[in-house]
């Protein structure tokens, strides 16, 4: 039993029903939030209405805000490879929320630049490090005939007696050189601006691209953009997450030294799951925030705009509505807090883990900006209010990372699997 001597109020911190936060990760959290709203707000806004050639010019608010991004020191990666596991699994998540709940694009870019460096680092090896270290980077994994079949790298989703696509994009191995052709899909965040590449591609190691069960021989290796052969095609314009610019990637016979190679053929799956696994764990606490920003704002219009003689909260069926917001929200962050835990615990990391909460959170992050978008009415289809920018960015997020139904189906079966080695099947 609780015992009160009068009803308080609620005590809500930024993020809800916040339990118990030190004093170090409410500075962090209150620094974060900040920056998300002084900087990265104006700054999204700005972006989100540009022309994706524009987004990524000289002069373009994009570069001010990588500027202020590492001015900032907020995703410094020695600090962070610095932390203890349960420290990361505390502050990782107070960071992105906050950052997404700024600008789900800028947020997701200043992630995705840093993932060659952080592949570098992750290696040890002081030529990688020297070489990558401080380059702004980008993911290049999926193909423009080849997406979903990404995700499914290990090929347990294919049709029976059937194959894998060759794709357009592939590597061979020739002497002492890596040599790489073909094209990315145009979906790949942050290469418009990126100086290198963390690639995934199939690779013909002497044997072929196929294995024997039909799935591609893969490697993963760290690419300059500075090589002959390398070449960049258009932004893409797209329906959300417009400061995140995005575009494809095209490689004709350029060759690499065998040491840039991070992942080789028995090592790149495992390397990719762990790429995938960081990523859609981050999406999940992203869209968090995502949802959060539309809630906040739907909380505040419904208590300033009069419909029926009187401001729209005291309307019952309104306060209905937006406390089912609220609740989607804490369980947004609840699953996704509970990613980061399992993935930095005793168990963890595994994909399955980060998919169930990517997955859920992005597709709850659409009902609640829907339910945004309805809560004000006709404002919310307006480019006047932020709303509706918020489900353009939402939406995208069902796809983004991984289809959201390809990482359902994968995660089952690897439901499936530890079942059948638990009982012994």
């Known amino acids: 039993m609780f015992n009160f001597d009068e009803v308080p109020l609620p005590k809500l911190g930024l993020t809800g029903l916040d339990g118990v936060l030190s004093e170090e990760e409410l500075a962090i959290q209150d620094v974060t939030h900040r920056f998300a709203e002084e900087v990265m707000r104006p700054i999204g806004e700005k972006l989100d209405k540009m022309d994706p050639q524009d987004v990524v010019a000289e002069g373009s608010p994009l570069w001010d805000y990588i500027a202020k991004m590492d001015e900032s020191g907020l995703l410094d990666l020695e600090a962070i490879g610095g932390m203890s596991d349960a420290e990361k699994s505390r502050i990782i998540p107070i960071i992105f929320e906050e950052l997404a709940w700024g600008d789900c694009g800028l947020a997701l870019t200043s992630m995705v630049l840093k993932f060659p460096a952080f592949a570098a680092y992750n290696t040890g090896k002081p030529e990688l490090i020297e070489r990558f270290g401080k380059l702004r980077g980008c993911w290049v994994a999926t193909q423009p005939d080849r997406g979903s079949e990404v995700v499914d790298m290990d090929f347990t ?109 028995n090592e790149a799956f495992p390397s990719f799951f762990g790429a995938l696994t960081f990523g859609n ?116 997020a069902q796809i983004a990372d991984g289809e959201n139904n390809v990482l359902g189906l994968k995660s089952a079966t690897w439901l499936s699997k530890e079942y059948k080695n638990r009982v012994g099947l």
């Open 157 to 265: 989703e294919g049709h029976p007696d059937t194959k894998q696509h060759r794709g357009n994009l592939h590597a061979r191995i020739d002497g002492e050189e890596l040599v790489i052709t073909g094209q990315s899909a145009a979906w790949v965040s942050a290469t418009p601006i990126a100086e290198c590449a963390l690639l995934y591609c199939q690779c013909d190691y002497g044997d072929g691209l196929y294995k024997e069960d039909g799935s591609h021989n893969y490697v993963a290796a760290l690419v300059p953009f500075d090589l002959p052969g390398v070449s960049k095609g258009k932004p893409l314009d797209k329906m959300g997450m417009r400061a995140l610019c995005q575009g494809e990637v095209f490689f004709d016979e350029v060759r690499i030294p065998l040491s840039y190679i991070v992942a080789g053929q």
């Open 281 to 396: 764990m981050e999406m999940g606490i992203s869209f968090t925030g995502v949802a959060r920003a539309a809630y906040e704002h739907a909380l505040a219009y419904v208590h300033e705009r009069k419909q029926g003689g009187t401001e729209l909260i005291n309307h019952q069926t309104v306060r209905a509505r937006l406390f089912k917001m609220q609740q989607k929200v804490e369980a947004c962050r609840a699953l996704a807090l509970r990613a980061f835990a399992y993935n930095y615990g005793p168990n963890g990391p595994h994909l399955l883990a980060s998919a169930t909460s990517k997955t859920f959170v992005t597709d709850t992050c659409v009902e609640v900006t829907s339910e945004a978008i309805q809560l004000l009415g006709g404002n919310g289809l307006t480019k006047e209010y932020p709303v509706e920018k918020l489900f353009r960015d939402a939406r995208t």
